[in-house]
Every structure is written in C-alpha cells, then in structure tokens.
C-alpha cells in the first residue's frame, strides 16, 4: 500500500495541455474516483500514475518516492483500462493468473494457491464457467471481466481501475459497485478509480476528484 501525491501535474500533447497543474493526494488505502467527462484528463492521469506516460511538469509520488525516474514494471502497479488487452492465445485462467507466473513472481506462490486465487477472483465477477475459453470465445463484457479480475490478483501497492465495468449489463455492473469496495475494504489497496457516471462516483468512492479539461 502506498499514499499517491500528485503535485503541479502537467502533461502536453502539443499545443493540448490535457492535464493542468493537477494537484490531489490518495491517502494510504483510500478509494479515490476521478469523475468527469470524456476528454477531462482521467486517463491521461491514470498513465502518468502508472508510468505509461511522461511528465511535462510536477512530480508524482509514492510515499515519500519520487516516481519520476521509476519504470513502470518497477512501480508494482496493477492496472485495468477500458480497452481490454488479453493475450490471445491464453485461456482466461492463464490471462488472470498471468501476474502471478512472470519471472521474480512464481517463486512467490504454489500452483495450488495460483488456482485457489484465480477461482475465488473468477467466482466473484461470475466467470467461474470461462476459465478454459480464449479470449476471443468471449463477450465485451466477459473479456473486461478478465481483464479486471487479471488486475484483482495481484497484490500491488496502488490499483488503478480506468472504467473497468463500462461494458457489463447494468444489473451486473451494480453488483460490481459493491464487489469491487469489498474487495478494497479487504485489501486495503490505494485504489484510484476512473468513470463519466455520477453513480459510480457516489456509490464506491471515500473521496471524488472532479475534473474537466485536465
């Protein structure tokens, strides 16, 4: 678990300034949401947290750590953006058990407990019934299940979760709402959480960061 501190964050696409002089704070196990619109900067934060994306201006930090110098796979961050980014040519069970087999990892854990935490995770988005189907056998709303639950499983110090339900029926996304604070609440993993919906933002969040044109 980590605080993230963002000060005087400014990213540039050209003559775009997509995120002004952001300045917010997510406290050490605290669900924070950024609520706005399409175009307002979510994303874009997202990345930068991540390490996906470069800074123009400020700093983003970890703690007391300055991320600007840190990769990105050395950031323990674990991500689900909208876009679903499976590995084709694995079952669902090896795209979420993925973040527990790459190297400096499968040490860590026992093929019993890697299957122990992909059924639990499976079970809890309702995708039990898919594990030995391939990505492409599957819904827009079950690969993003996937996706999610491939982020779930691990055990990182932040989790960003950009839109990660925005594709499921609206039944099953609300059952999410309360799946995914459980899951926090467990955990107790800084969680910065991106969507456009009002009810979203109300319904999971500690705390809303409102934003519009960056």
């Known amino acids: 678990m980590a605080e993230v501190k963002l000060e005087n964050v400014t990213k540039r696409y050209g003559d775009l300034e997509a995120v002004s002089k952001m300045t917010w704070t997510a406290n050490q196990g605290e669900f924070i949401v950024l609520f706005g619109p399409s175009g307002a900067g979510k994303t874009t934060t997202m990345e930068m947290i991540a390490g996906l994306e470069s800074l123009d201006e400020g700093e983003i930090f970890f703690g007391e750590k300055a991320m600007g110098e840190v990769d990105t796979a050395d950031r323990n961050v674990a991500m689900a953006f909208e876009n679903y980014a499976l590995y084709p040519h694995m079952s669902?069970?090896?795209?979420?058990?993925?973040?527990?087999?790459?190297?400096?990892r499968s040490d860590n854990y026992s093929k019993q407990e890697v299957k122990k935490r992909v059924e639990e995770i499976a079970t809890v988005l309702q995708?039990?019934?898919?594990?030995?189907?391939?990505?492409?056998?599957?819904s827009g709303g079950?690969?993003?299940?996937?996706?999610?639950?491939?982020?779930?499983?691990?055990?990182?110090?932040?989790?960003?979760?950009?839109?990660p339900i925005?594709?499921?029926d609206a039944k099953l996304r609300h059952r999410m709402y309360a799946e995914l604070k459980r899951i926090q609440?467990?955990?107790g993993t800084t969680t910065i959480y991106a969507t456009p919906a009002q009810t979203e933002a109300m319904a999971m969040a500690d705390r809303v960061v409102v934003l519009f044109d960056g």
Do not use: T
């Open 92 to 104: 669902v069970f090896d795209n979420i058990a993925f973040p527990m087999k790459i190297p400096g």
């Open 185 to 187: 609440r467990e955990r």
């Open 166 to 168: 925005a594709h499921l």
């Open 127 to 138: 995708i039990e019934m898919l594990l030995d189907r391939k990505p492409q056998q599957l």
């Open 142 to 163: 079950q690969r993003q299940r996937v996706a999610l639950g491939r982020c779930l499983i691990r055990e990182p110090v932040v989790c960003l979760l950009d839109e």
